[in-house]
């Protein structure tokens, strides 16, 4: 996938440097043929082949949320009472 938008990438980065060394040709129509035959492409086709990496990532995520929540006991924390003295020490009654 890489491979070809760097060769494309490539390509148009030639395609502005004919078009802003040649006679006819300006630096602002070198960027404007960069910016719209060469990023905008790559930026457009670059999102729409790395969505199945995105979904991978997020139900990956999901995954490992939801092996986190199934044991409640997993965490490192205290308890919740445990940690302001709000539950009341067992002792023998006298």
Same mark, same amino acid.
């Given at each position: @996938? #890489? %491979?070809? %938008? ?6 148009? /980065? @030639? @395609?502005?440097?004919?078009e ?6 300006? *630096?602002?129509?070198?960027? +404007?043929?960069?910016? %719209? #035959?060469? *990023? *905008?492409?790559?930026? +457009? /086709?670059g #999102?729409?082949?790395?969505? =199945?990496? $995105?979904? $991978?990532?997020? $139900?990956?995520r999901?995954? !490992? *949320?939801?092996? &986190?929540? !199934?044991? =409640?006991d997993?965490? &490192?924390?205290? =308890? !919740? ?7 009341? =020490?067992? $002792?023998?009654?006298?």
């Amino acid at each position: @996938m #890489y %491979l070809v %938008l760097i060769a494309w990438l490539y390509v148009t /980065v @030639m @395609m502005a440097v004919a078009e802003a060394t040649s006679a006819q040709g300006t *630096l602002l129509g070198a960027g +404007i043929t960069f910016v %719209l #035959y060469g *990023l *905008l492409p790559i930026a +457009i /086709v670059g #999102y729409i082949l790395g969505t =199945p990496a $995105r979904k $991978r990532a997020i $139900r990956a995520r999901e995954q !490992a *949320l939801a092996a &986190s929540a !199934a044991d =409640p006991d997993a965490g &490192s924390h205290a =308890p !919740a009472g445990a940690q302001d003295g709000a539950v009341a =020490p067992v $002792r023998k009654e006298p």
